[in-house]
């Protein structure tokens, strides 16, 4: 539909003929953000990141969001390469306003956004050219809550607890644990934004990546709010 | 008459599990489901594919692809991209009819491109080699002694005989665990039940 998104060209169309520099410039991610935590609660998700985005080991920008919010229904957020972040966050964004025109009531929901991001991350990937992210989709699915991860191989799958890049190793344990004991009706969410709050505090202990401004999004039953706060 | 297929539902990647609940197998048409292991990006663009040639099937033709052609399919979908692989390890099992109109079972598996085989027991993925020599023994009576016991295979003993595989298998490879998602497919269609594995 939107002819500005590039997402589907692959480095060498957009650059007219090939060369060996171009080839390689989706290699590696250049400017990066951190971890990224998500977890049911009885009545939605809560999600958590940070505010820092590193250029190796620069600590490049202080208080960059990397969450997009779709509606109040809908929140994604990812780490990995932010320039390929931000041409996501570009395409979604408009592809809510195209949905807007056509104003029949039909708005993108968790799945619907969880589906389409691991389709296009796929096909990128297919095509050695990949984006450089790995989200997490949360929201409320018919007013459950929907929590689904797409890295950025293309693989996707659903959970009540996902993590990635240095969560993967230190939160999901942490989470897994907690709704094991207690059972996802059973958590409140004061109790998931406390266990959310220690599992980035972790990671900024103990990952070199990690800040301790952190942004955490609760998207429940009344609505989608976010709120920025700094670890001790 | 019937087949069973088990599949084990942990995701991992290099040492981390990223989720202890997906499910591996899944139905094609009525009567025949596939089971797949390897890369879970290819695994899921090849179930929408195979999933979309299957709905594309049913219009053109009118009835539903039996076993045997969704096999057919299956291996030329992956030898379509002969030459960069989809990293799927599939096994097709399903019962369909044989000219006499007797429901016979079948399991085909498949390579990453596309060879395949019908044969009366397989096992595929990252532990298929541990579980395999067991159906070997257990379902085609190989490897046995003159005096060892022939138990015939009925739908209990199979059964068991999945479950007893899939715990096998979970001991000794780390990848495999958590759930057991075992299938039965029979003229009726099919039907799901899971068992716990280990977890560690």
């Known amino acids: ?232 | 008459n019937a087949e069973y297929m088990g599949g084990h539902t942990r995701l991992s990647e290099g040492y981390s599990i990223l989720s202890r609940d997906v499910e591996r197998i899944q139905s094609i048409g009525k009567n025949c489901v596939i089971g797949q292991a390897g890369f879970h990006g290819d695994n899921q663009f090849l179930y929408k594919v195979l999933q979309t040639r299957a709905k594309i099937f049913e219009f053109d033709h009118g009835q539903a692809l039996d076993c045997h052609s969704t096999a057919s399919l299956l291996s030329n979908l992956l030898y379509s991209r002969r030459f960069f692989p989809i990293l799927s390890y599939c096994l097709v099992a399903g019962v369909e009819q044989d000219s006499q109109g007797q429901w016979k079972g079948r399991v085909y598996g498949y390579d990453v491109v596309g060879s395949f085989e019908s044969r009366p027991c397989e096992a595929t993925g990252e532990a298929g080699t541990l579980m395999l020599p067991l159906l070997d023994n257990q379902v085609e009576f190989k490897n046995l002694g003159p005096n060892a016991e022939r138990v015939p295979l009925t739908r209990e003993r199979a059964v068991g005989l999945i479950q007893d595989v899939l715990q096998a298998a979970t001991e000794r490879d780390i990848m495999t665990g958590d759930f057991g998602q075992i299938v039965l497919i029979d003229k009726d269609g099919v039907q799901q039940r899971r068992i716990p594995l280990r977890r560690d």
């Open chain 1, 1 to 232: 539909r939107s002819s500005q998104a590039d997402y589907h060209r692959t480095a060498s169309d957009v650059h007219g003929g090939t060369t060996n520099m171009i080839d390689e410039m989706s290699a590696r991610p250049i400017a990066t953000g951190s971890s990224v935590v998500g977890m049911h609660f009885k009545n939605g998700v809560v999600m958590a990141s940070d505010c820092r985005i590193s250029y190796g080991s620069l600590s490049r920008y202080r208080d960059f969001t990397r969450f997009i919010k779709v509606n109040s229904d809908t929140v994604c957020v990812c780490n990995g390469d932010s320039a390929d972040f931000q041409l996501l966050e570009r395409t979604i964004l408009e592809q809510v306003r195209s949905d807007e025109i056509e104003n029949d009531g039909i708005q993108y929901s968790p799945i619907k956004l969880h589906n389409w991001l691991t389709c296009v991350l796929y096909n990128r990937r297919t095509r050695i050219d990949p984006l450089w992210n790995n989200f997490l989709v949360g929201g409320l699915q018919d007013g459950k809550p929907y929590l689904g991860m797409s890295t950025m191989l293309g693989q996707s799958w659903t959970a009540p607890y996902g993590a990635t890049g240095f969560g993967k190793h230190m939160s999901i344990g942490k989470m897994r644990d907690f709704i094991e004991k207690h059972g996802v009706e059973n958590i409140t969410e004061e109790m998931a934004v406390k266990i959310i709050t220690e599992c980035m505090q972790q990671l900024y202990y103990r990952s070199t990546d990690a800040a301790n401004e952190i942004e955490i999004y609760v998207v429940s039953g009344d609505g989608c709010k976010s709120e920025k706060t700094t670890l001790p």
